[in-house]
């Protein structure tokens, strides 16, 4: 045996101990993972719990006087108007910073009181409150460190057989979490031990990501020091014309040698995939080409709010069950985006009666043109774009109706680019959605979300069969470190008594 398969046989043994009992974590929580999330107030939920826009009983102004109110020299970036706590507000993100103005000049943010907590409170439960607790410091169900400013946070204890919990800020009133007493069960037993959702970790996301990283990178060095032991062994096996699939006669030992050899690949990809969840495809693999963001430049050039054609009061009165407008654009081209309580509609903001937003070929070609017709790239170097109308989903464009509360995606355009980046744009021209991918975004894809959540051709479409897989897959990585476990333990003990002899 040379000196490398000896230092395997080592490495394997010893990270095998130490590591053992994570990964029998890692995977049994993945089965309670395929069923059950981390609890999290969905956009949808807050939508639909926000004042109708058309009932404010104001007169709404035009959009031309409330800009007027902003300070001289700022450009509008994003525009967005919803109701809350009685008050109608125009949300606006400029060049120079954020502004939330009201219809009435002279009216200011509603503080957070008693007063308002409760009345949030009636509208995420119908039971009553039992007691209100004010927090100081981030706690297991809002682990996460950018919620610092929200600071305090009025944790809201319902009096229901749910044991339903209410997460709101004393700075703004919203909503940062909801959860019941089923969902926090199937958290501890899957998101938190999965994730690595510890309280005192997770707040600080640099240190998280670098903690499950290590704790993956090591891993994996592991399952290649296994796979390599389970080769020697193998091989040696063949070569010494030994009867029997495997040559050990301890059931640990066989099992573990025989989970090894048909699992032992997938060990390894479910643990580096989860690590490449969180780390950035290096740019050794792949450095983008191009400078600037091309979802940036496509929503560049955005005309100013007091420029769309349509007038925002005719959308709400046109549509008057909706929560939320916010002023889109595709390049040039205006859109509102108008949210009420069941989903989205996306409506053309060039003509002055509303209408369905139908991007055209033309334009969205010329959008995509507009990414590469730059200073930097040469008119005779620009490359060649190909437009193809899809009506069938691919792998890097699949259905997410659940994201897009059952939208129809398709046709969508796919714009594929002669570029070094391998660029394909998906533009959806009922929607102005967009879908970029790149090299970097398909090394991301086939790092992650194909080998950890066997996101694979053939699989995406049929969920049944996707989950038949991933169980087959989790049970066999169960098995391995179950008897990892077992052999750990018993390599320990054997330890503790060479030590007892030795000292005896």
Known sequence: MNIITKLMYSLHRILGTLLCILFLMWFLSAFVMMYHRFPRVSAKEKLQKQELLSASGDSLPDITSVLSRLPKGEKVRKLTLDRSLGQTIFHIRTNKGIHELHLDPSDTLSIIDNEHIRQIATLWSASPIAYIDTLHTLDQWIPF?????????????????????????????????????????????????????????????????????????IGCLMVIAGIWVTVDVWRRTRKSHRQGFSPYRKKWYHWHYVSGIFFGIFVLTFTFSGMMSVADIPEWIHKPALKSSPLRTLQAKAPQPEDYTLDYRTVITSFPEVRQIEWSNFREHPYYTVKDGKGEKYIDATDSVPHTLQLQKKEIREGVESI?????????????????????????????????????????????????????????????????????????????????????????????????????????????????????????????????????
């Open 145 to 217: 460190g950018e919620l610092k400013k929200e600071m305090p946070i009025y944790k809201i204890h319902f009096a229901d057989d749910a044991k339903t919990q209410l997460y709101i800020s004393s700075q703004s009133g919203e909503v940062l979490q909801l959860s019941n007493r089923n969902e926090r069960f199937w958290a501890w037993l899957g998101a938190i031990p999965h994730w690595v959702y510890f309280t005192w970790l997770r707040q600080d996301a640099t240190l998280w990501s670098k903690t499950v990283i290590w704790l993956s990178s």
């Open 372 to 504: 590469y017709d730059t200073d930097s790239i040469p008119a005779h170097q620009r490359p060649e774009l190909h437009m193809t109308l899809l009506n069938h989903f691919e792998t890097y464009y699949r259905d997410m109706s659940s994201m897009y509360r059952g939208r129809s995606q398709l046709p969508v355009w796919k714009i594929t680019v002669d570029d070094p980046d391998r660029s394909v744009f998906y533009i959806h021209p009922e929607t102005g959605i967009i879908r970029y991918v790149n090299t970097s975004s398909r090394w991301k894809y086939w790092s992650y979300t194909a080998m950890h959540r066997m996101r694979l051709p053939g699989l995406n479409s049929n969920t049944t069969l996707r989950k038949t897989v991933l169980w087959i897959l989790l049970l066999g990585g169960t098995v391995t470190s179950v008897t990892g476990i077992v052999l750990s333990i018993n390599y320990v003990r054997r330890k503790c008594r060479k030590k007892q002899k030795r000292l005896l």
